[in-house]
């Protein structure tokens, strides 16, 4: 969808950096989450928030930092990356409770 | 905490046949959520259902919520080669969080 953009794509970087994954959405949309998908696990919550300024973790937080100053952003961070963080993350977002959501198209980690 | 399970994991098919996936939550769950993703792409929402028993059909596909709001099935008729992909069920239960099953990976035999 046209209206929730990740950057970069595709990122490669060395164990131990920080690297900050970027989502954007033009919606509006009160709720943003991360996801990691790594085959044979699905789509794993890593956090998400709310509204801004409120963030919550999900079900795989650890080695992994958010914020949300503004609505319509929310950067992941790695604060010192890990070979097993390599995955692809996506970012998500929806209106409110019960309602569909919108899938990034996501970034393609590797870690050295 | 909440856990989702869809069976199979893989499905082959040939062209043409029927095939259904099961997704089964260890709670009861206020809607459960279809989502497709082709591969290399990302999830794309497909359907949302609410209601005890629900029966939602999309052309080929017919979806299904259990009476007991814990498990739901993915119908598809004659399965054609733009079916292939990823077809993940997610749950929501109390709280803001969508908990995803493993999906069923869909791989279409001309």
């Known amino acids: 969808d046209a209206g929730i953009t990740q950057s970069p794509r595709y990122k490669i970087t060395e164990t131990g950096r920080q690297v900050t994954l970027m989502c954007h959405q033009t919606?509006?949309?009160?709720?943003m989450f991360w996801y990691r998908q790594d085959l044979g696990h699905g789509l794993r919550l890593i956090y998400y928030?709310?509204?801004?300024?409120?963030?919550d973790k999900g079900e795989v937080p650890d080695g992994y930092v958010v914020s949300r100053s503004k609505t319509e952003n929310f950067p992941l961070t790695l604060e010192s990356a890990t070979r097993s963080q390599t995955s692809v993350y996506f970012c998500?977002?929806?209106?409110?409770?019960?309602?569909?959501?919108?899938f990034g198209d996501g970034t393609r980690l590797s870690i050295l | 905490g909440q856990q989702v399970m869809q069976i199979p994991q893989y499905q082959h098919v040939q062209e043409g046949e029927d095939f259904t996936t099961y997704c089964n939550s260890s709670?009861?769950?206020?809607?459960i959520q279809w989502y497709k993703q082709r591969p290399g792409g990302h999830p794309v929402f497909l359907i949302q259902?609410?209601?005890?028993?629900e029966v939602k059909k999309q052309k080929r596909l017919t979806f299904q919520f259990g009476e007991a709001k814990k498990n739901s099935s993915l119908h598809i008729t004659a399965t054609q080669t733009t079916d292939v992909g990823t077809y993940f069920c997610?749950?929501?239960?109390?709280?803001?969080?969508?908990?995803f099953g493993g999906g069923t990976r869909v791989l279409v035999k001309p």
């Open positions: 919606w509006s949309h009160s709720y």
């Open positions: 928030s709310a509204a801004a300024d409120i963030t």
């Open positions: 997610a749950g929501q239960a109390a709280g803001n969080k969508l908990t």
């Open positions: 998500a977002s929806r209106t409110g409770y019960n309602q569909p959501q919108h």
């Open positions: 709670t009861t769950l206020s809607n």
């Open positions: 259902l609410v209601k005890s028993g």
